[in-house]
T-cell receptor, first 115, second 113 residues
Framework: KAGVTQTPRYLIKTRGQQVTLSCSPISGHRSVSWYQQTPGQGLQFLFEYFSETQRNKGNFPGRFSGRQFSNSRSEMNVSTLELGDSALYLCASSLGSGSSSYEQYFGPGTRLTVT | EDKVVQSPLSLVVHEGDTVTLNCSYE??????LLWYKQEKKAPTFLFML????IEKKSGRLSSILDKKELFSILNITATQTGDSAVYLCAVLQRPASNNDMRFGAGTRLTVKP
């Protein structure tokens, strides 16, 4: 089974621009969660999508948004980029329901640098 | 405020040593605790613990949860240089539809030859 894939792997943007990151979950997984990882804050939860609906949301400003498509692929968008948005963005997929739903498997991440 | 605290923050050992990593938590509606290993990019799943006192093992790694004292430990025996990584613990909360994992800061383990 193919793992979680994320594109692009690296991205450099300037302040004020917007960016869209993509995540394809493991086949059969319906839940996709997004995390931001920075040296100062560690891994922080952004939001989770399940069956095309945002099911949970972390404590991030409205500039961070996402969506999920019918094939469970998810995109995350950040508008009006700030220097502090430079981070590794990880997505994780899981079944989303049932007894094994707790196990989340991470993609390789997208390294975003904002200059 | 919910928190997950890992200790130590970093650890340097030599091959063959045994290490114990700690994770304590204070969260409402605890559901499960998970351990991940992060080398260069994506964290890889190690264990999920839901019940107290039941040890989970995978090769040289083992982990156990104490829900009364609110902590978990991750043991690695006969360490190898390939065990060098950041080990993350994360907590899941109820309800079951909540997949928001709260992570600790991680323990950076360095295993020297």
């Amino acid at each position: 089974k193919a793992g979680v894939t994320q594109t692009p792997r690296y991205l450099i943007k300037t302040r004020g621009q917007q960016v869209t990151l993509s995540c394809s979950p493991i086949s059969g997984h319906r839940s996709v969660s997004w995390y931001q990882q920075t040296p100062g804050q560690g891994l922080q939860f952004l939001f989770e999508y399940f069956s095309e609906t945002q099911r949970n949301k972390g404590n991030f400003p409205g500039r961070f948004s996402g969506r999920q498509f019918s094939n469970s692929r998810s995109e995350m968008n950040v508008s009006t980029l700030e220097l502090g948005d430079s981070a590794l963005y990880l997505c994780a997929s899981s079944l989303g329901s049932g007894s094994s739903s707790y196990e989340q498997y991470f993609g390789p991440g997208t390294r975003l640098t904002v200059t | 405020e919910d928190k997950v605290v890992q200790s130590p923050l970093s650890l340097v050992v030599h091959e063959g040593d045994t290490v114990t990593l700690n994770c304590s938590y204070e969260v409402t509606n605890f559901r499960s605790l998970l351990w991940y290993k992060q080398e260069k990019k994506a964290p890889t799943f190690l264990f999920m613990l839901t019940s107290s006192g039941i040890e989970k093992k995978s090769g040289r790694l083992s982990s156990i949860l104490d829900k009364k004292e609110l902590f978990s430990i991750l043991n690695i025996t006969a360490t190898q240089t390939g065990d060098s990584a950041v080990y993350l613990c994360a907590v899941l909360q109820r309800p079951a539809s909540n997949n928001d994992m709260r992570f600790g800061a991680g323990t950076r383990l360095t295993v020297k030859p």
